[in-house]
């Protein structure tokens, strides 16, 4: 009997049918190739790579830091990165953590400090305002420091979007110059009621000179009525 058309066993234009599919599978398999090499050479983004820096610039009290955010607005509005652990510890030259954000709402003329925590609860803030405007102020508390007792104020407001870097040894405080302001503040370490201290805002030796005007007297807090005064606060080493 004569054997079948076609390979032994096999079915008839198999060969043929084989061959197709080769080829097809070759053809799709130069095209998965193609599709990996674009899926994985993702193209960089802009600003990917070496990242701008935070301008951070120094304030008369040179390890205070005004910190100042690029803003991206446009007729919708705008876009800020507030916070961004790598670049701010780029901008201040050290490593950062922040473990708490507070959050605080307060009508013209109040004033809120000089506050500050000593020993293990020693506090680093980074602080901004989100509506309205503040006199804000640090106190260089450091006894080792040729800068001791002395200040520096500057004007926080929504719009400008500047920060200020007050790190450990330092008061801290602010007054309210609008109708209201929202302050929000990152520290380094959790609020510890019995390591806080207060300097007195009109303390004579260090003498803030706040922009009252026509506030009159600023509505403070009962602790803050009755803040220590310089000699008799505690200083950090």
């Not at 500047?162 to 609020?191: C, M, N, R």
Request: glycine share 12%; hydrophobic share 40%.
């Amino acid at each position: 009997a004569g054997a079948a058309p076609g390979t032994e066993g096999g079915v008839p234009g198999r060969d043929r049918m084989a061959q197709r599919l080769d080829r097809r599978r070759a053809a799709a398999c130069a095209g998965c190739a193609v599709w990996q090499e674009r899926l994985w050479r993702v193209p960089q983004r802009p600003g990917q790579g070496a990242r701008r820096v935070v301008p951070a610039t120094p304030t008369r009290l040179p390890e205070v830091l005004v910190i100042q955010p690029k803003v991206h607005g446009d007729a919708r509005g705008f876009f800020t990165e507030s916070w961004n652990q790598r670049d701010f510890n780029a901008a201040v030259g050290s490593e950062v953590t922040f473990v708490q954000d507070n959050h605080s709402r307060s009508a013209r003329g109040v004033l809120r400090g000089l506050h500050y925590q000593v020993g293990q609860a020693q506090q680093g803030k980074l602080v901004r305002v989100l509506a309205g405007r503040v006199f804000d102020v640090a106190v260089d508390m450091r006894r080792s420091s040729p800068r001791l007792g002395q200040w520096v104020g500057v004007e926080l407001d929504a719009e400008g979007h500047k920060q200020l870097w007050i790190p450990p040894g330092f008061a801290h405080g602010f007054l309210v110059l609008s109708e209201t302001a929202d302050f929000l503040y990152k520290t380094t370490d959790y609020y510890s009621p019995g390591d806080e201290r207060a300097l007195a805002w009109d303390d004579e030796h260090v003498g803030v000179e706040w922009p009252i005007g026509d506030i009159g007297m600023p509505e403070l807090s009962g602790k803050d009525k009755v803040a220590g005064r310089w000699p008799d606060v505690t200083l950090f080493d």
